[in-house]
T-cell receptor, first 113, second 111 residues
């Protein structure tokens, strides 16, 4: 079993749709949960992070963590063509400065005009 | 520009060549990392350096040799690679457990 499971997609939605991206994980010791966005030919960029359980909102983006179910989600409201990218979930243990991130495979999102 | 610069952006090398990838970070971070990204696979951690000291070698073949002369620079020396080593090699830096800043990567093709 993979430590982090993520549907690779592709996921195609019309402009303005609400997008839901999800990951499940197996290691209950993970404490930090992150979402990265990766455009074609670029490195991943940190989009949002959450510590332990709960919700976090930033503009059109909401990150949710449910530690009891080992399930994390990223919601994108009013999706735009510029949101078309690969979204990677990542998580880490609280190991101090040099943290090791465990990534999902990434979900490719296409927002259509 | 993300603050982490990787060169070259693209590299094609034969299986008998020796080449090096370079990474430089301008963020004052203490930790630097090499990751390998292949199609349809999660990012694979290769090496971790914390304050210039290697703290992690994730069972990487010896044909990949990292070097970290200081906290701002990281190299990945390559020799006698195999075609299956073709991938995007990403460098990242971090200061804490929250997340990394990645470079744009080096797209490596081994022929």
């Amino acid at each position: 079993q993979k430590e982090v499971e993520q549907d690779p997609g592709p996921l195609s939605v019309p402009e303005g749709a609400i997008v839901s991206l999800n990951c499940t994980y197996s290691n209950s010791a993970f404490q930090y949960f992150m979402w990265y966005r990766q455009y074609s030919r670029k490195g991943p960029e940190l989009l949002m992070y959450t510590y332990s359980s709960g919700n976090k909102e930033d503009g059109r983006f909401t990150a949710q963590v449910d530690k009891s179910s080992k399930y994390i989600s990223l919601f994108i409201r009013d999706s735009q063509p510029s949101d078309s990218a690969t979204y990677l979930c990542a998580m880490s243990l609280p190991t101090g400065t040099a943290s090791k991130l465990t990534f999902g495979t990434g979900t490719r999102l296409q927002v259509m005009l | 520009e993300t603050g982490v610069t990787q060169t070259p952006r693209h590299l094609v090398m034969g299986m008998t060549n020796k080449k090096s990838l370079k990474c430089e970070q301008h963020l004052g971070h203490n930790a630097m990392y090499w990751y390998k990204q292949s199609a349809k696979k999660p990012l694979e951690l290769m090496f971790v350096y914390n304050f210039k000291e290697q703290t992690e070698n994730n069972s990487v073949p010896s044909r990949f040799s990292p070097e970290c002369p200081n906290s701002s620079h990281l190299f990945l020396h390559l020799h006698t690679l195999q075609p299956e080593d073709s991938a995007l090699y990403l460098c990242a830096s971090s200061q804490d457990s929250i997340g990394y800043t990645f470079g744009s990567g080096t797209r490596l093709t081994v022929v």
